[in-house]
T-cell receptor, first 117, second 115 residues
């Protein structure tokens, strides 16, 4: 089945540790995205990647890092510099980054819930 | 700047009632797209509908309907004869063609449908 997988579903981290969240897609999509969701808030964009070996900061990139070495993979590292990392993290992908056609829906993964102890 | 406002934080209804979720957006662009997503308790976002700025026709899909009005910058979502399975958080989102495929989300409306 085609789709987006995120692992793990739940992640616990001690303060001062870096953790990496996995995101894999087999939809052959060029573009991938990371969002953060906090209670009572909408999704906020952390990083996005238009194509392999390229990525750009979103609205709240501080304390996070990403890589895009393969088309199907876009891991997110939450570093110790992120002051309030406890949140729900969603990965998404779309066919293209630019809305060339009228339909450029973003497909979302099941999410990873990160808790800092 | 792009902005999406969902003023209703939480709505509770009894099963079979109709319910409307409001969405008001702000954008300076003439070409843009509006979306509704559903987030059930499992957490994954489920795509419901996309509408472009040039198509103001209302749409109906089963018990779901959407009312897009550019004059009031609104894109409201109505569920007819609500069911318990409709309980979820619903997000309205906007993106404009001038800024790549980046979505701006509202803060979401928690819908609770009770028996």
């Amino acid at each position: 089945d085609g789709g987006i997988t995120q692992s793990p579903k739940y992640l616990f981290r001690k303060e001062g540790q870096n953790v990496t969240l996995s995101c894999e897609q087999n939809l052959n999509h060029d573009a991938m995205y990371w969002y953060r969701q906090d209670p009572g808030q909408g999704l906020r964009l952390i990083y996005y990647s238009q194509i392999v070996n390229d990525f750009q900061k979103g609205d709240i990139a501080e304390g996070y890092s990403v890589s895009r070495e393969k088309k199907e993979s876009f891991p997110l590292t939450v570093t110790s510099a992120q002051k309030n990392p406890t949140a729900f993290y969603l990965c998404a992908s779309s066919i293209f980054f630019e809305p060339i056609s009228s339909y450029n829906e973003q497909f979302f993964g099941p999410g990873t819930r990160l808790t800092v102890l | 700047a792009q902005k999406v406002t969902q003023a209703q934080t939480e709505i509770s209804v009894v099963e079979k009632e109709d319910v409307t979720l409001d969405c008001v957006y702000e954008t300076r662009d003439t070409t843009y797209y509006l979306f509704w997503y559903k987030q059930p308790p499992s957490g994954e976002l489920v795509f419901l509908i996309r509408r472009n700025s040039f198509d103001e026709q209302n749409e109906i899909s089963g018990r779901y309907s959407w009312n897009f009005q550019k004059s009031t910058s609104s894109f409201n979502f109505t569920i007819t004869a609500s069911q318990v399975v409709d309980s979820a958080v619903y997000f309205c989102a906007l993106f404009h063609t001038g800024g790549g495929n980046k979505l701006t989300f509202g803060t979401g409306t928690q819908l609770k449908v009770e028996l």
